[in-house]
């Protein structure tokens, strides 16, 4: 796909993933247009997924301490299971998802 991106997107990573029993970690460098201006804490974006809701709840939980309360969602049923999602005290964006069995 490297040949598919202009040159000065080169180094970014595509998909990283991470797993820690019962959760699922992965995030993407943000592959945007170029009127999309990078600023530190909105260049990546975790998506957190578990088909456990006890452990997406907890992990959104603890996150979401302190989260800017204009772009927050909690989790919620959705058509494909439950979604939330939010920015942290950081300004870093973070997706959940339990996908429906």
Not at 1 to 27: E, T, W
Not at 49 to 56: A, F, N, P, W
Not at 58 to 80: S, T, V
């Amino acid at each position: 796909m490297k040949a598919q991106f202009p040159i000065d997107k080169h180094q970014r990573v595509i998909n990283a993933h991470l797993n820690s029993g019962l959760i699922d970690i992965s995030a993407s460098d943000w592959m945007a247009s170029p009127s999309f201006n990078p600023v530190l804490g909105n260049m990546s974006a975790p998506f957190v997924t578990s088909e456990h809701y006890d452990e997406l709840k907890a992990a959104f939980d603890r996150l979401a301490d302190g989260a800017e309360k204009e772009r927050f969602q909690p989790l919620h049923e959705m058509p494909f299971g439950q979604y939330g999602q939010f920015y942290d005290r950081y300004g870093m964006q973070w997706f959940f998802v339990q996908p429906r069995p």
